[in-house]
């Protein structure tokens, strides 16, 4: 994507309620066609960053453009290429799933026709042919997400903002949502997602920024910003003392806990390291009798960058 036009910029953004500076010089750009994931604890900023670049509240200083468009100069443009999806779907429970579409797209101005033509094609989408003529406050949590989800897109939108998308939702159909999210990228939408399931930023994300206290303190893939924590280790489990010390005399690097008759060794869980830590041990009198390997996710990045009282991060953006 070197060369295009970012889907959204943002440099310098500050924003104050009273005496507290809750964004404090953010800086992000998210190239188009791609997922990018927002994380942060409460109170980081999350939530005021996506309403000003939904220009829902204005903004004390820097500079912002979404979809082309920036802001505050140009609002109406902006709202015309984007979409927004909330915690809580917004859909009118005593209509049907396609009186709810065709609403919409006579909302915006696509006429009966095309409402009722742009409604089947979503539910279609997304799966709810067959309930389409169904009361949504019949529908199941997911179905409703999703029916919440194909709202936002009746106008074809270049940017989707998701805020909390799987929120209540159980396993199976969180896994519906990431599907859904996947195949709107691919169809070339760009996604703004703010989650606090820091394994959905690790599925979906092409992008992940860690905020905290106002500022982007990390950006980059998953992959990266895992590889910033240390932590990385193989556990080995032993069936006795002795053995446990002879593994212990060939790994020198290594932490044994005798309680457990546990061998911690540090390693980047990559295959040479793995391989060259069993390769240690190759000796017949040594039996392992449990085999695990922990390298850093995004639970450890986030608790590391948000002052969680985690071992310090490596180096940061």
Do not use: C
Request: aromatic share 4%; hydrophobic share 40%; proline share 5%.
């Amino acid at each position: 994507m070197s060369g295009t036009i970012p889907a959204i910029s943002v440099r310098g953004l500050r924003k104050r309620y009273g005496d507290q500076q809750v964004l404090d010089g953010l800086d992000l750009s998210v190239p188009a066609g791609s997922v990018y994931a927002l994380l942060g604890a409460n109170g980081a900023g999350k939530t005021t960053a996506v309403r000003i670049l939904t220009t829902l509240i204005p903004f004390d200083a820097g500079e912002v453009t979404v979809a082309g468009h920036s802001l505050p100069d140009d609002p109406q443009n902006v709202r015309r290429r984007i979409s927004v999806t909330g915690q809580y779907a917004a859909v009118d429970t005593l209509l049907t799933g396609s009186e709810n579409l065709t609403l919409l797209g006579e909302l915006n101005h696509l006429g009966r026709r095309r409402s009722r033509r742009r409604a089947d094609e979503l539910l279609d989408q997304f799966h709810l042919t067959d309930f389409g003529d169904k009361r949504a406050g019949d529908y199941s949590g997911g179905m409703l997400r999703r029916l919440d989800i194909a709202m936002s897109l009746v106008a074809k939108p270049d940017i989707v903002f998701l805020d909390e998308p799987t929120t209540g939702l159980d396993p199976r159909s969180r896994h519906e949502m990431w599907s859904i999210v996947r195949d709107l990228t691919a169809s070339g939408v760009t996604i703004f997602l703010t989650t606090q399931y820091l394994d959905e930023a690790d599925e979906l994300a092409d992008t992940v920024g860690v905020l905290s206290d106002g500022r982007l303190v990390a950006e980059g893939t998953p992959e990266e910003l895992k590889r910033l924590v240390p932590g990385g280790h193989v556990a080995l489990q032993f069936e006795n003392l002795t053995q446990l010390d002879l593994a212990a005399a060939s790994l020198p690097q290594a932490h044994a806990n005798a309680e457990t008759l546990t061998l911690h060794i540090p390693s980047d869980g990559a295959v040479p390291s793995i391989k060259a830590i069993l390769d240690s041990i190759d000796d017949p009198s040594i039996t392992v009798e449990k085999f695990s390997v922990h390298t850093p996710d995004l639970d450890d990045v986030f608790f590391a960058l948000t002052g969680s009282g985690e071992p310090e991060i490596a180096s940061v953006r």
